[in-house]
């Protein structure tokens, strides 16, 4: 049964005595990306979207907002159809600063960062729920075992939210990539590791999975003064992830950070110069 970019092959033939939801998805060869398209500009950072491309949340500092950074969201019925005007997510964001905003598979949780409660203006990860698409968020509550004395923003999950990918430094520029995991979705989240395979001398952050957990994209200033977006696969999850590579064909002379993608990996969608959101697919 052929499932967007990944296979998942029968248990007889794959010689399996137990299914592995992530072992048995294959990741298929992907071509080029296409041409960069404009999504919005004016004052947006951090996109996330649900899988299915229909709601877009983002951090922004526009009027309207509640103080410093916050939460926005537009919300549209087609892929085909322009973004219409955001609205602020009035019951997540207070006057501290919101952002870095990541979804489950089914768009019900929702994963944000914050420096509120916080006298040292670094970041802490926040988890908040819905009942369903259309119902409101539940109160935000923070997700103490992914948070420490550092800045811990730009949350990612794969497909079945047991493994997240994450930014951590001692501010918002000195940053690098961790890791963690846990064992069902009801369980804590392990304490993240550093994904030292991946990161480098400057800043590593906004870090996005693919279903499998297998394939990573990120930002680094590692190339030049301003960011780039990279790409790094690992064999499997238990090993290190691969050298990175740098996307050549997305880069523009402007620092592009903040990836998201959709899990077939056929589409992103990333920030330039926290002033515009561009598109692109193969």
């Known amino acids: 049964m052929r499932l967007g970019l990944w296979s998942i ?21 992907l071509g080029p990306w296409g041409p960069r398209q404009t999504i919005m500009v004016g004052d947006v ?17 526009r009027a309207g907002g509640q103080g410093d950074d916050d939460l926005w969201h537009s919300v549209r019925t087609s892929v085909d159809q322009p973004w219409p005007p955001p609205a602020n997510l009035t019951a997540l964001n207070t006057a501290a600063e919101e952002g ?13 960062a914050s420096d509120r409660g ?14 369903t698409r259309d119902a409101p968020w539940d109160p935000p509550t923070i997700v103490s ?24 430094g001692p501010n918002s520029v000195d940053e690098n990539l961790m890791e963690a995991t846990r064992a069902s979705v009801t369980s804590a989240w392990s304490t993240p590791q550093l994904l030292t395979s991946l990161n480098s001398s400057v800043t590593d952050s906004g870090p996005v999975l693919d279903a ?4 990573i994209y990120f930002s680094s200033t590692r190339d030049s003064a301003t960011a780039d977006l990279f790409v790094a696969l690992r064999p499997s999850l238990g ?4 050298a990175p590579s740098r996307i050549d064909e997305l880069s523009t002379d402007q ?11 056929r589409y992103i969608m990333w920030c330039v110069d926290q002033n515009t959101l561009y598109e692109a697919s193969r």
Not at 118 to 131: G, K, M, Q
Not at 212 to 215: D, F, I, L, N, S
């Open 212 to 215: 499998t957990g297998r394939v």
């Open 239 to 242: 090993e290190p992830f691969e």
């Open 145 to 168: 075992e992914l948070n420490d004395a550092g800045n811990n923003e730009s949350p990612s999950v794969d497909l079945f939210a047991l493994r997240m990918a994450l930014a951590w």
């Open 9 to 29: 092959c029968a248990l007889g033939a794959c010689g399996r005595v137990a299914f592995d939801p992530v072992g048995d998805l294959v990741v298929d060869p």
């Open 255 to 265: 620092a592009d950070t903040d990836p998201w993608i959709t899990p077939d990996q």
């Open 118 to 131: 916080n006298a040292s203006d670094v970041a802490d990860i926040y988890v908040t729920t819905r009942a």
């Open 45 to 61: 950072d951090d996109p996330a979207m649900t899988n299915d491309r229909l709601e877009l949340f983002f951090e922004s500092a």
């Open 100 to 112: 870095h905003p990541a979804l489950s598979a089914d768009g019900l949780t929702l994963w944000f």
